[in-house]
């Protein structure tokens, strides 16, 4: 399965290809959405099954057996007037700034140690730290400062990348996301000692 809910936030060129792309066999379930980069309440996305089309539509059918209009019209009228080509133009700009932010925070105020990825496009970093750090006890250290973070594991089913974290740079840099930039290397600092 491939999920490209973000595929339309590159930062430069062209937008990459989907692992869809090529597929020959039908073996790729693509889904997408305009949901995560419109509006979360829309809910509209849809899915190229390949050759699992009959079992997504009785999927689909069994946990919902009509889909709303109204969303689907407003997109559809958002798209046809160029609302979303514009929308996604000001997205990527805000998000490769805001990227470049917390890149530069995570320099200053991590630990030495720290790597961190370099996204061509997106609103996420993955942060790593050295074997044996534990990304859930910063995470509950953080929550207590109002700081969220995305432990790694929960992106593995094996419970690897303890030692790694997912950070989200969707909101615009501010003083706050300084500071909550600050704690964190200050609790990881505290952590590696």
Not at 127 to 137: I, K, N, R, T, Y
Request: hydrophobic residues 40%; aromatic residues 12%.
């Amino acid at each position: 399965m491939k999920d490209d809910i973000y595929g339309d936030l590159y930062f430069e060129g062209t937008r990459p290809k989907a692992l869809k792309a090529f597929d020959r066999e039908g073996l790729v379930l693509y889904c997408a959405s305009y949901s995560k980069i419109l509006s979360p309440g829309m809910r509209i996305g849809w899915a190229l099954p390949g050759r699992y089309q009959t079992k997504v539509e009785q999927l689909k059918w069994v946990i919902n057996q009509t889909t709303a209009i109204a969303p689907q019209l407003t997109i559809a009228a958002f798209l046809a007037n160029g609302g979303y080509d514009r929308h996604l133009r000001q997205l990527r700009h805000a998000y490769q700034t805001q990227m470049a932010h917390i890149t530069q925070a995570i320099c200053a105020y991590f630990p030495p140690e720290t790597k961190v990825t370099r996204p061509t496009g997106g609103q996420v970093l993955w942060v790593e730290l050295p074997p044996g750090f534990d990304s859930v006890l910063l995470f509950q250290e953080a929550l207590q400062q109002h700081i969220s973070i995305a432990p790694g594991i929960v992106f593995s089913a094996s419970g690897s990348y303890r030692n790694c974290f997912r950070l989200n740079c969707g909101l615009p840099w501010s003083a706050e996301i300084e500071r909550a930039m600050q704690i964190l290397g200050y609790l990881m600092v505290k952590q590696l000692a």
